[in-house]
C-alpha cells in the first residue's frame, strides 16, 4: 500500500492544496482496504480534488492517491453482507484498494469521484502535461509512506476551476450542444447544395426525355438500342412533374389527389399486391407513403399530406377509395373492391393449396402480412371462411358448415 499512496502535508486540519486545487467533496468516517485487508488507516476524512483523493487523520496523516495511477474506479458492497459498510472499488495497474463509509454518502462521493476521474484523462489526452506538482516528502516524518515520482515538465498549464463540480459539467455540455448545432449546420447547408443539384438532374432529365420523345415521332431518325435503354430509365425515374404546394396552392390536396390516382393506376401498383385483376386490390397507406415518396423523387410529401390527398378520391369521382379497417389499419384500394370479391380470391387459394395462414396468404399474394390478417379478418365477416385457433396460431379454411 505504502508504494501507491504518498504522504501529503497538513494546514489548518485539511490536506495542504496545491495552486488552482479546490476540494469538491468530502466525507467523514472513511477506511482504508489494502485488498479484502482492514489497514490502520481508519475512520479518516476522505477528500476529493480535481487531482487526486486525499486521506486524513489528525493531526499528523494525510495520504493521496492521484487520479492518473487509477485505471478504473467500482462501487462495491458485499452480497448477504448486511452489517458491511459500502465501499468503492480502487482498481490500480498492479493492485486495488477499497475506501469504506462507514457513515454512508458512498454513492454521492462515487459520482463525484468518476467525474473528476473522467475529467482528468479528458485533460491529459489532450497531450498537455499535467499541472499537479507532488509535494516534497519530509523524511523526518513518522509515517513510514514512500511516494511515487511524477513527472511533471510544465508548469504554466494550471487547472481550470470553472471545469468543476456541477457548473463545470453544465457548460462541457453547453459546448457540446453547440459544437453539436454547428455541425448540423454545415450538414443541412451540404445537403441543400445536393438537393439544387438534383434538381438540375431532374429537368437535364426531363429534357433528356423530351428530346427521345421527339426522335421517336420522326420516322426517319431511327432510334438506337443505347438510346431506347436510356429512355426506359429516365421513365423509371418516377414522376416527371410532381405537384407541389408552390405550384397548386390552395388546390394542392386536390391536384396531389389527381396526380396520385393517375400515379397509381399507370404504374399498376394495386396489381402488384397480388391481386389477378388490373387496378383492382389495395395497399396499406404506409407502404404507399415510401413508394410514392420514391417515385416524386426530391419534393417530398409529408403523411398528412397524403391521407388528406386519400380522402379527396371520392369527392373528385377519382376510381380509388380510402378505407380503414376495425383494427384501425388504413389502406387505399379500388373502388370496384368489396369483401365478397376479395373472399373470392382467398377462397381460389384455399381449394388450390388447402388451409392457410396470415403468413401463408402473405407469401402468396406478396403482401405485408398485416394487410393479409385484415383480408382474411374481413373475408370472415362475409362467412365464406372458418377459422381453427390452434397454438400455431389462427388458421382459415373454407366455410362448409353453416352456409
Known amino acids: 500500500?505504502?508504494?501507491?499512496?504518498?504522504?501529503?502535508?497538513?494546514?489548518?486540519?485539511?490536506?495542504?492544496?496545491?495552486?488552482?486545487e479546490l476540494i469538491i467533496y468530502l466525507v467523514e468516517n472513511v477506511t482504508i482496504y489494502d485488498g479484502e485487508q482492514k489497514t490502520s488507516y481508519q475512520n479518516g476524512v476522505l477528500y476529493l480534488?480535481?487531482?487526486?483523493?486525499?486521506?486524513?487523520?489528525?493531526?499528523?496523516?494525510?495520504l493521496s492517491l492521484s487520479h492518473e495511477q487509477i485505471l478504473k474506479i467500482e462501487s462495491y458492497q458485499k452480497m448477504f453482507a448486511i452489517s458491511s459498510s459500502p465501499k468503492i472499488n480502487i482498481i490500480l495497474p498492479q493492485k486495488s484498494f477499497k475506501f469504506s463509509f462507514h457513515q454512508g454518502k458512498r454513492d454521492e462521493f462515487y459520482n463525484h469521484y468518476l467525474l473528476s476521474i473522467q475529467k482528468r484523462k479528458e485533460f491529459l489526452s489532450q497531450n498537455q502535461p499535467p499541472p499537479y506538482i507532488p509535494l516534497t516528502n519530509?523524511?523526518?516524518n513518522n509515517n513510514n509512506v514512500i511516494t511515487t515520482n511524477i513527472n511533471n515538465n510544465n508548469n504554466n498549464d494550471r487547472f481550470d476551476?470553472?471545469?468543476?463540480?456541477?457548473?463545470?459539467?453544465?457548460?462541457?455540455?453547453n459546448d457540446k450542444t453547440q459544437q453539436t448545432d454547428k455541425i448540423l449546420n454545415e450538414a443541412f447547408s451540404d445537403l441543400n447544395a445536393l438537393m439544387d443539384k438534383a434538381k438540375d438532374m431532374v429537368t437535364l432529365s426531363e429534357k433528356l426525355r423530351i428530346t427521345l420523345d421527339k426522335k421517336t415521332k420522326d420516322s426517319s431518325t431511327a432510334i438506337t438500342e443505347e438510346e431506347d435503354e436510356f429512355k426506359s430509365f429516365l421513365l423509371q425515374m418516377g414522376i416527371e412533374s410532381p405537384v407541389t404546394k408552390k405550384t397548386a396552392g390552395s388546390q394542392y390536396h386536390n391536384e396531389l389527389s389527381r396526380q396520385l390516382s393517375e400515379w397509381i393506376i399507370q404504374k399498376q401498383v394495386l396489381t402488384r399486391q397480388g391481386t389477378k385483376s388490373i387496378n383492382c386490390g389495395m395497399i396499406l397507406l404506409s407502404d404507399l407513403y415510401c413508394i410514392f415518396n420514391r417515385a416524386r423523387g426530391i419534393e417530398l410529401i409529408s403523411p398528412d399530406d397524403l391521407y388528406r390527398a386519400c380522402l379527396q378520391f371520392e369527392i373528385l369521382q377519382l376510381p380509388l377509395r380510402l378505407r380503414k379497417f376495425d383494427s384501425g389499419v388504413i389502406i387505399v384500394q379500388s373502388q370496384y373492391e368489396n369483401d365478397e370479391q376479395m373472399a373470392k380470391e382467398i377462397l381460389d387459394i384455399i381449394t388450390e393449396k388447402g388451409p392457410i395462414t396470415a403468413f401463408d396468404l402473405s407469401k402468396i399474394q406478396q403482401i405485408s402480412l398485416s394487410l393479409s390478417t385484415e383480408k382474411l379478418l374481413a373475408s370472415e365477416k362475409t362467412g365464406k371462411l372458418c377459422r381453427d385457433e390452434t397454438i400455431e396460431g389462427i388458421r382459415f379454411f373454407d366455410n362448409n358448415i353453416f352456409i
Open 49 to 62: 480534488t480535481p487531482f487526486r483523493v486525499v486521506w486524513v487523520l489528525l493531526p499528523t496523516i494525510a
Open 138 to 140: 519530509n523524511s523526518n
Open 161 to 173: 476551476s470553472s471545469k468543476a463540480g456541477i457548473s463545470g459539467v453544465l457548460k462541457t455540455i
Open 1 to 20: 500500500m505504502e508504494t501507491f499512496f504518498k504522504k501529503t502535508n497538513i494546514e489548518n486540519g485539511k490536506p495542504q492544496l496545491i495552486a488552482n
